[in-house]
């Protein structure tokens, strides 16, 4: 008899959340989305880095950026000494990775519905503010400008 293994909750947790990425691709067409848990509903182009973080990237990555493990493995992005470049988090954001899937709006596809893309300075927000939390303490920042150059090296 074979043993049968079932999902890890990190794994439903990241399920959940890229099919919640399905509804977030609809908001986001029509420029909206949530930013938190009231009713209020901010632009994505307002957003800063910890709200895109939060809405986001947390799914996979975790609240605490602690990364999981389950049906699928999401790096851990808290005392990760691979940030220390920004210009691989902006390509790996562009781009995408291994099971991480791209965000950039020459890259990005949809999980069964519309992308879910940022554009250059959403990208570089988000970056800035995860090399200067969960234990990252990377003062040097990216701009909207080195993510766009770094887009159109790869192109």
């Known amino acids: 008899m074979s043993k049968r ?3 890890t909750a ?3 947790l990241c399920t959940a959340s890229v099919l919640g990425l399905l509804g977030t691709a609809a908001l986001l067409k029509e420029g909206s989305a949530r930013a ?4 209020e509903r901010v ?3 307002k957003m800063d880095g910890q709200q895109i973080y939060g809405h986001i990237c947390q799914g996979c990555h975790m609240a605490d950026a602690g990364g999981a493990v389950g049906a699928g493995r999401f790096p851990a992005l808290a005392k990760d000494p691979a940030l220390a470049s920004r210009q691989y988090m902006a390509l790996t954001i562009l781009m995408g990775r291994r099971n991480m899937p791209a965000f950039g709006s020459k890259h990005a596809v949809g999980f069964g519905g519309p992308p879910v893309m940022l554009n250059d300075e959403q990208i570089a927000a988000v970056i800035n503010y995860v090399r200067m939390h969960f ?3 990377y003062k040097d920042s990216i701009t909207a400008a080195e993510v766009a150059r770094l887009d159109q090296k790869v192109h």
């Not at 938190?36 to 009713?39: R, V």
Request: aromatic share 6%; proline share 12%.
């Open 43 to 45: 632009p994505l182009s």
């Open 135 to 137: 234990g990252n303490l």
């Open 36 to 39: 938190d848990t009231t009713d």
């Open 5 to 7: 293994k079932f999902p």
């Open 10 to 12: 990190a794994a439903l």
